[in-house]
């Protein structure tokens, strides 16, 4: 019997690669001077911003009025230009591209607002918002157009005669049907959703967060999903990013998010959740002073969140800490962590 040769080695499965990829992702503003120069200010409502998307996950994006939510989103999907840093999208830097060179990766990176209402044009029939991408992108030829509007309406559950109606003749809940319908039209990777569901009615919210995840599923989607309720963001979110004041200060695993918070003001959003079946909150010992957070023009050269936590020291005043690891499995940036 031949002896055997030595076993070739077993073959090493490639680490995927993440779909959205941020480093040092930053976006100022100047504000006010429009007559007096000397009275401008800089305000930095995205402040070097890192983290990862990957391919098929939901990252849900929580935080404060304010907190740079909403634009980090818009610089994602590139409707705001970069003040510094670096975007990647499918493993391709898209940070500094020019618009015109932007315009074909529109299909992959598609945004769903806050208001549905705002974002369609009251002036067009629904199944001409439809039919716009699919004509600009060459998608779909004349002939086949009303098939795959109607197609689009039947994956957000509405019926095809919706597509001979005007965006006022539509409940809330239906124009973001219409407004998701849209984004779906290109067949996006990356889908960023605004607070999607913060102007509709508790019945109606559940009903568009279940049809988020069936689409997910359907068609492996990619989300990253801003919203204030910590309740929706806790259903649809695999992993969690905390703003405050611009940064990211904590980002993990939804469970080891909601469960063990390593961060103080994480704590406090969920300290401020309600407990309906009680009648009281969550007793976390981590409420937050009654005053308004710092202004995003005068950022301490410490933690940020110095001024409003329990738990700051010296330390916290004058060195600023970095996001890392911590115990529980979620990146925190705290010296102090909970």
Sequence with gaps: MPALGPLAPAAVAAEPRPLVRASGLTKRFVTGGSWFPSRRRVLTAVDDVSFAVMPGETLGLVGESGCGKSTLGRCLTRLH???????????????????????????????????????????????????????????????????????????????????????????????QRIGIARALALRPKLIVADEPVSALDVSVQAQIVNLFCDLRDRFNLTYVFIAHDLAVVRQISTRVAVMYLGAIVEIGDVDAIFEAPRHPYTAALLDAIPEPHLGIRKARGARLPAKEPPSPTKISAGCRFEPRCPRARDRCRTERPRLEAKDGGTLAACHFPL
């Design 81 to 175: 230009d970069l003040s510094g840093g670096r975007l990647e999208f499918d493993g391709r830097d898209i940070g500094a591209l020019p618009m015109r060179q932007m315009r074909p990766l529109r299909a992959e990176l598609q945004m769903v607002f806050q208001d549905p209402y705002a974002s369609l044009n009251p002036r067009r029939r629904i199944g001409d918002l439809l039919a716009e991408p699919l004509r600009v992108h060459r998608l779909a030829a004349s002939s086949e157009i009303e098939g795959r509007v109607a197609e689009l309406l039947a994956s957000v559950e509405l019926p095809a005669d919706f597509s001979r109606r005007y965006p006022h003749e539509l409940s809330g809940g239906q124009r």
